[in-house]
């Protein structure tokens, strides 16, 4: 039995953040989840996916997060408990039906999880989510630990419905992928079938039906807003003349901060959890109590914009501060020794700083930069789209996933990436505006997610560039999730479609499709040349399996590759592909027999054929 399903109240369990979430969830009884995979929020989807095989839970990853959420609304109008899940970034993808979701409401709880990722452990940007709520008119939550994620949850899904509308749950990567012992609570019965009621003229978002939902709306945001007023996710730690305002993580940080400064008897702190609508009345009685106050939020100025904006309602001219020189900084995470040098400079109070150990005697820790895996088919593959289009003047738009990696020299694939979907949109526009040969690249799940609209405006205005779908069995980058093109019995289950990515490129009216197995590199470059010399779109499909997904699925047969006496120190093999299984010995090429995987590329490139595999008892 799956771990989060044990029904054992009062039980304390070291859970990772995303699980307790997801923990929380199945403890209010979620019958319905969705989601498109996206780290920091991505083993939330994973623990659900495997409850609902052991269980009446439904879950499904979707073609993407707009889709996403519209399923889930569907759900949640049927009045069955229902958890959207999605990163940062995804959630601007799901602006979409957010919006009017939030006139429209739900008839049962549900949570939309948007997991934002500070400093950009993988992302590309850090924006600051707590905006949607505001545009969007909702509610949010923000756990301040592991063991409030958990609760926070819970109660996300009973705030929704006494509301009848969504809830955000704002979490970022330091409570997603921090852990923690956790006490369980009482798992809710799931209700997995509901009815839907029709009511057209408050469920279909005409002009004048928007009209009063929008009444509708703004009147929730009024009982929102006093629920905040007396949630016990807000609330006052000590007393003192000096204020300090928090959420989230920078809680923990700034209560370390100031027992660590001896300040507990000069320092009062609000730690808002319910942190949106944000609460004039008990911001205004703690600002009436302090002389300066600091508001300690990472990312944007969210709450400091909002307590300034109360400090002038009530008349109070006390300094109040957060982002700024020699303040807090809207970029990047926080950290404890930053938050409180932050906090001794805004008061004032002196303090020794922790002096680093002397290091100066030890070796500098090389430096690791991210790097496609050792027989990945993406490097096998832009080595020969590379090798095609020597002598060309070339654009390379690149997409979300493992393959964005191949920006990195010596590979250097990779000029210009906004999200996902952009590399074959914004081929549109580089085909159009300039001469050089565009050759764009997108994974099979980027593709399916928002890759489709764009190939169907290339081919609708006759637009002249080479989109390379690299194929390698899965959503590779966020953990081997599936993707509508994956073959689900590889998960042993069955009752699922399968989409030949093949077949839509063709329906969609691509005149010019080529399947390539990147690891036959000759073949491959000669297919790349044919595809790069049409005039029109044309799309190449390089179908291989991402070599750690086969290991896991045991589909992989390793065939360790050495280096023999023949090698004249060339190093195409390091200079042109830099697969990690080579290294230096000295000053000669040798590959490590323990992490080379037998694509053979590096032996096909080699001038002196002097690559050849290991043999067994050479391997032994």
Not at 71 to 99: E, I, W, Y
Not at 409 to 418: K, Q, S
Request: proline share 5%; aromatic share 8%.
């Amino acid at each position: 039995m799956h771990k989060l399903l044990a029904d054992s109240p009062g039980k304390k369990m070291l859970l990772l953040g995303n699980e307790a979430i997801a923990r929380g969830a199945i403890e209010a009884g979620v019958a319905f989840a969705t989601t498109y995979p996206g780290t920091p929020s991505s083993e939330i989807s994973l623990n659900l996916f495997q409850v609902s095989q052991e269980s009446d839970l439904y879950f499904e990853y979707s073609t993407n997060e707009k889709v996403a959420l519209e399923v889930a609304a569907g759900a949640a109008n049927s009045g069955v408990r229902t958890f959207c899940m999605m990163k940062h970034v995804g959630m601007n993808v799901a602006a979409d039906p957010l919006m009017t979701l939030a006139y429209v409401g739900v008839t049962a709880g549900m949570v939309i999880l948007t997991a934002d990722d500070p400093f950009m452990f993988s992302s590309q940007n850090e924006q600051d989510n707590r905006y949607y709520g505001k545009i969007s008119g909702l509610a949010i939550l923000e756990p301040s630990s592991v063991k409030e994620a958990r609760q926070m949850t819970v109660e996300a899904f009973d705030l929704s419905e006494k509301l009848g509308e969504p809830v955000i749950l704002r979490t970022t990567t330091r409570i997603n992928h921090s852990s923690a012992f956790v006490e369980l609570g009482k798992l809710t019965p799931r209700q997995t079938k509901g009815d839907f009621k029709k009511d057209p003229f408050n469920l279909v978002t005409v002009p004048a039906v928007s009209r009063r939902l929008h009444v509708r709306l703004l009147e929730n945001w009024d009982r929102a807003q006093a629920m905040a007023e007396a949630s016990p996710h807000n609330f006052t730690d000590g007393d003192g003349p000096w204020g300090i305002v928090c959420n989230g993580v920078s809680y923990n940080y700034v209560s370390d901060a100031v027992k660590q400064l001896g300040i507990g008897d000069k320092t009062r702190v609000l730690r808002l959890g319910f942190s949106h609508p944000t609460p004039p009345n008990l911001i205004k009685t703690f600002l009436k109590g302090c002389e300066k106050v600091l508001v300690a939020e990472e990312g944007e100025p969210f709450m400091e914009e909002a307590i300034k904006s109360f400090a002038q309602e009530a008349g109070l001219t006390l300094p109040i501060a957060g982002k700024g020189e020699k303040l807090f900084s809207r970029l990047y995470e926080f950290d404890p020794a930053m938050v409180l040098r932050v906090i001794a400079g805004y008061f004032g109070v002196s303090y020794t700083d922790s002096r680093p150990p002397d290091l100066s005697d030890v070796p500098e820790i090389p430096q690791r930069p991210p790097n496609l895996c050792a027989g990945c088919s993406h490097r096998a593959t832009f080595y020969a789209i590379k090798k095609a289009a020597e002598g060309m003047e070339t654009i390379y738009p690149t997409d979300i996933g493992c393959y964005t990696l191949g920006f990195l020299p010596p590979l250097a694939m990779g000029d210009f990436l906004i999200c996902m979907g952009s590399s074959i949109s914004t081929s549109c526009g580089f085909s159009k505006a300039t001469d050089k040969k565009v050759i764009s690249f997108i994974g099979d799940s980027t593709f399916f997610h928002s890759g489709l609209t764009g190939l169907v405006n290339a081919v609708y205005n006759n637009h002249n560039f080479t989109l390379v779908i690299l194929d390698n069995g899965t959503t590779a980058m966020t953990g081997h999730q599936p993707n509508p093109g994956v073959d689900m019995a590889y998960f042993n289950l069955s009752g699922y479609g399968r989409i030949s990515i093949e077949a839509v490129v063709r329906a969609i009216g691509v005149e010019h499709v080529t399947v390539i197995k990147p690891y036959k590199v000759k073949k491959s470059i000669e297919a790349v040349k044919a595809a790069i010399g049409y005039k029109g779109v044309s799309v190449i499909i390089s179908q291989e399996m991402c070599t750690l997904y086969a290991r896991s699925l045991k589909k992989l047969t390793v065939r360790a590759f050495r280096v023999t006496d023949k090698c004249k120190n060339h190093r195409d093999c390091i200079d042109q592909i830099g697969c990690p299984a080579f290294y230096l010995e000295g000053e000669r090429v040798q590959i490590n027999p323990n992490t080379c995987v037998g694509c053979a590329v590096c032996a096909q490139i080699c001038p002196e054929n002097a690559i050849t595999p290991v043999k067994a008892k050479q391997a032994g």
